[in-house]
């Protein structure tokens, strides 16, 4: 579950998909959105930053009356949810489902068909939204009925090459496409994963250089753009451990490739009236995926109707630091700038500058101050 952070001058004039084409039924069987409720108030708290929620009916959604919040859920899926909640939180349980997932029994016919129905029954059903637009847009009017907006996303990341990123983005294209065919405002954003569409190594290496900079002030990129604060002054450098080279003339090529892949992903969503929200990712790669979306959202955020929004994993010890750096950088530049907050999906691959034992604390503790 998700929580955007939106400063209510943004509220005033928000976006959002008017668009009333028909859905196509025609669509790439391998194009496969995935679909995240977002967390909505009923009564906007007299802050600075609040949080939106897109009914126009105040009533809509009292997370106090649980029954008629849960009314139009079955009670099967009820449990069937609680359920796979509580596996998913079972670390052991989550290894061997990878193993299970990775190992030679996905080779043998028959085994492999029981594995699969075991796991599109249980786990794909309850995180994903449909393998194509059809059964996407299904799950969407579904959220739609319940008083709730989805986000939408083309499921791929880590790519390594060029070819596979080019790849990737005619994916996420698409997936806006998809947007704008559902029902006006059934979808409050699409989605993009940057290991996506930019090389995971010049991921690595622009983190490494950003890492440095932190370090040594004096250490020019001469390719880096505008951008709000990456690090804090608590942000852990452990990952760059010396002096990294620069981006060699080949490196700078793919980076350009990758600015102009993201340049065409938020201009289709401004046409398409649809915000584009960059999701976080591991440590290891963090700081240039938020170069990225800070250096988009300066060139595509203006006036009131913010395009690019990013997201902060409340995990990290340094997240708070983080977004209040960024969003003092943005008012101070007039940039309107929203945020998705997370507990963090990548616990297991992160073993430094984490709050491990107080995951929940921490992520309470952002909602209590964006909403006090």
Known sequence: MATRVIPPRILRNLRYNTASKPLNSVHPSSLSPTLSPPIFLDQKPPSSTVLLRPSSDPSALNFHDVEKLFSHVPTSTLLRSTAMLHATGIEPMVDLGMWVMRSKLMEMEGIRDVILAAVRGTFYNHFCAGQDAVTAGQSIGSLKDAGLRGMLVYGVEDAHDNNGCDKNLKGFLHTVDVSKSLPPSSVSFVIVKITAICPMRLLERMSDLLRWQQKDPSFILPWKQDSFPIFSESSPLYH?????????????????????????????????????????????????????????????????????????????KDAMERLKLATKAADEMNIPMGFKLVRGAYMSMERRGVNKSKENKIYHRFLLIFLS
């Open 240 to 316: 760059t451990r010396k002096r990294p080279e620069p981006l060699t003339m080949e490196e700078e090529s793919d980076l350009q490739l990758a600015n102009q892949r993201l340049f065409e992903l938020c201009q289709k969503c401004v046409q398409a009236n649809i915000p584009l929200l960059v999701d976080a990712e591991h440590t290891e790669v963090q700081p240039a995926i938020d170069y990225f979306t800070y250096s988009s959202a300066i060139m595509h955020n203006k006036g009131e109707n913010p395009t690019v929004f990013g997201t902060m994993q409340t995990y990290l």
